[in-house]
């Protein structure tokens, strides 16, 4: 299935954190949070301004982004767990990831 996300929505998969820390330690999945960081899979065309001039957004498909612990709405597309929410709710974006 193909999904384009709308006016500024960007569809982003959450990337996975190693699971051991620096000194060695295995954290199990149960006591791991969810990442913050992800890659933007999809992007919408952007938004309109009141003179209905098209603005597109600063993000693209492959960027790595840093978002909001609670940010996004989550959504299963092809047996896939990923997250769509506003280019607003994106922190940054990680260069040379």
Known sequence: MKFRPLHDRVLVKRVEQEGK?????????TAKEKPQEGEIVAVGPGTRDED?????????AGDRVLFGKWSG???KIDGEDLLIMKESDL???????
């Open 52 to 60: 209905g001039n098209l603005h597109a957004l600063d993000v693209k």
């Open 21 to 29: 820390t620096k000194g060695g330690i295995i954290i199990p999945d």
């Open 91 to 97: 922190l940054g974006i990680l260069e040379n990831a």
């Open 73 to 75: 709405t989550e959504v």
